[in-house]
């Protein structure tokens, strides 16, 4: 617990919301107002301007705190503004995003009541017609977090986090030079931290056409992501598989071809970490949601030529919900596969599961 602060009593307690942002202004003001309109806990502003003309404070800001980072990238500008924390408490959130009314009450109030270090909650993407970097944050309903769901996804490396000031002081530190710097370090930080997990939708992440995330090309190879997701695969007693298997396992925005070996090897590290949870919890809601992850992860790799091979290897994971859904879900990427490449090759379905 937070000295002399009970799991309901927030009255004395502040979070201090870092906004960075490099524009444009129509969307930071929304942010800023979402936090504004915050109920149940007194929450302040600290706005991060990492635009590289420094135009000055936008009006609008009225009070709210202003730091001019001057274009030096997210990573340093959420340093640069350690030095001028006031509060016990701090969130991010982007500066083109929103946050619930309810957000920060929520989460300090599941933080403390657990004694926990970080809060976690999911996340409702909005304003896009096409999927941008997949966050499970948005997809694993439960309100148990486990370090299987790092392996899946930068989970919880991606802003809905609130912690407690001297976490994010000795522990947020970002790689500048590293494109996936955030799930870096959920992957080096987050077994060993004290984690609560909200399942609400309190983050609303924007999609448009100017996120950063949409430009993410960068090889595994040149960033620690590959070299931290092993570890805590050996950590966790799973079979570690190469850099494709990766991808395929964790990053299927990634459309890389792959070999039928990694396909399949894949396919039973999903079913491993299937099994891993199973054997952590007994939430049905939660094992469930994570099942369907799982499925998904598999669809992106369907195309005409692989399909049958897919299914054989799925039934050897003994995962129902896969196994059940596997063909409605497949089959429709396939009926879109096949409109696109423009021929209609037979295909023999096997029989159901």
Not at 132 to 142: D, F, Q, T
Not at 160 to 165: E, N, Q
Request: charged share 20%; proline share 4%.
């Amino acid at each position: 617990m937070v000295d002399g602060v009970g799991a309901n009593d927030l009255r004395n307690l502040t979070v201090q919301v870092l906004i960075p942002f490099r524009g444009p202004l129509g969307f930071l003001r929304e942010a800023v107002d979402s936090v504004r309109n915050s109920t149940g806990v007194a929450t302040s502003v600290l706005v991060i301007d990492d635009r590289t003309e420094n135009l000055g404070k936008p009006d609008f800001l009225d009070d709210s705190e202003y730091v001019f980072a001057g274009g030096v990238g997210i990573a340093r500008a959420l340093q640069l503004s350690k030095s001028h924390l006031s509060h016990s408490h701090v969130a991010i959130l982007a500066g083109d995003d929103l946050a619930d009314r309810q957000r920060f009450a929520v989460q300090l109030n599941a933080l403390v009541a657990t004694n926990s270090e970080l809060c976690l909650c999911r996340m409702l993407k909005f304003g896009g017609t096409s999927r941008a970097i997949p966050s499970l944050s948005g997809e694993i309903s439960g309100d148990v977090f486990l370090n299987e769901f790092l392996l899946l996804g930068p989970y919880g490396a991606d802003g809905t986090a609130l912690m407690t000031r001297n976490y994010f002081t000795d522990h947020y530190l970002l790689d500048p030079g590293d494109p996936f710097a955030d799930w870096v370090l959920a992957l080096e930080t987050y077994p060993q931290t004290r984690i609560s997990l909200v399942d609400q939708k309190l983050y609303m992440y924007r999609q448009h056409s100017g996120q950063v995330t949409r430009n993410y090309r960068d090889p595994w190879s040149q960033s620690g992501v590959m070299d931290r997701w092993a570890r805590l695969c050996s950590h966790l007693d799973l079979a570690v598989g190469d850099e494709q298997v990766m991808q395929i396992v964790a990053a299927p925005w990634y459309r890389a071809k792959a070999t039928k070996e990694n396909l399949a090897k894949a396919i039973h590290l999903l079913g491993d970490i299937n099994r891993s949870v199973r054997g952590k919890t007994s939430n049905q809601e939660l094992i469930a949601s994570l099942e369907g992850v799982i499925l998904r992860r598999i669809i992106f790799r369907v195309t005409p030529s692989n399909f049958f091979f897919i299914f054989k290897e799925l039934k050897s994971l003994r995962i129902p919900y896969v196994r059940t859904k596997f063909f409605s879900e497949s089959l429709r990427v396939l009926r879109d596969l096949i409109k696109q490449v423009g021929f209609r090759p037979r295909l023999i379905y096997p029989e159901n599961p």
